[in-house]
């Protein structure tokens, strides 16, 4: 049995859930987070720890950004669109018993010291930013790195949070066939820039 409490929004998701792991969860209801839902998930965190498992949409981060602010220390699965996709319908309900225990398997944990040595101008330096295929590659990253979809500015307040630094980011970026220069991995994009006469 997962020993956290998993945060989901409704009770198909519950299912889906319980279908892939042995694990206790809560529902938030959707979007419109109660106060009540937000007091149990204080008391599971305090006692158990949290998952916040949400649907890979616009809602789903809205009510991940709710608990999160309300519930410091939470730990975070994220499911790609992919995963969580049937006949157009996106949500947890309708991911694979197996996309769900990866999930888990690469829960997240917010830093105790949030913080990262990737900056803005790194993004646009390896392309997560500012050019025509930045969204696809930052697709592809966050689902590599399990932080989830997310635009140029999400994407680095997630690196902050979760304390993945350039390292992690060149690793994610080689993988998906993107190889980073090494000065940048390790000294970041001014001093790349420097090096190739930028």
């Given at each position: 049995m997962i020993k956290e409490v998993i945060v989901v929004e409704g009770k198909h998701d519950t299912t889906?859930?319980?279908?892939a792991v042995d694990a206790d969860t809560?529902?938030?209801?959707?979007s419109a987070v109660g106060k009540d839902v937000l007091a149990r998930i204080e008391l599971?965190?305090?006692k158990r720890g949290v998952i916040i498992l949400t649907d890979p949409d616009y809602a789903g981060e809205r009510i991940r950004s709710i608990v999160a602010g309300r519930v410091p220390g939470c730990k975070h699965a994220f499911l790609s669109q992919d995963e969580a996709t049937l006949?157009?319908?996106i949500g947890i309900e309708n991911a694979k018993p197996e996309s769900i225990r990866e999930a888990l398997a690469a829960v997240r944990t917010e830093a105790e010291a949030p913080g990262t040595d990737v900056a803005w101008a790194d993004l646009f330096f390896v392309g997560l930013a500012g050019t025509d295929g930045s969204a696809h590659r930052r697709l592809l990253v966050g689902r590599r790195?399990?932080?989830?979809?997310a635009n140029a500015k999400t994407f680095l307040k997630r690196c902050a949070m979760f304390g993945i630094g350039r390292k992690e980011i060149a690793a994610a970026l080689a993988a998906c066939g993107w190889p980073v220069d090494e000065v940048w991995?390790?000294?970041g994009a001014a001093e790349a820039a420097r090096g190739h006469g930028g």
């Open positions: 889906a859930v319980k279908r809560i529902e938030t209801g959707g599971a965190q305090r006949n157009d319908d790195l399990r932080i989830g979809y991995r390790v000294d």
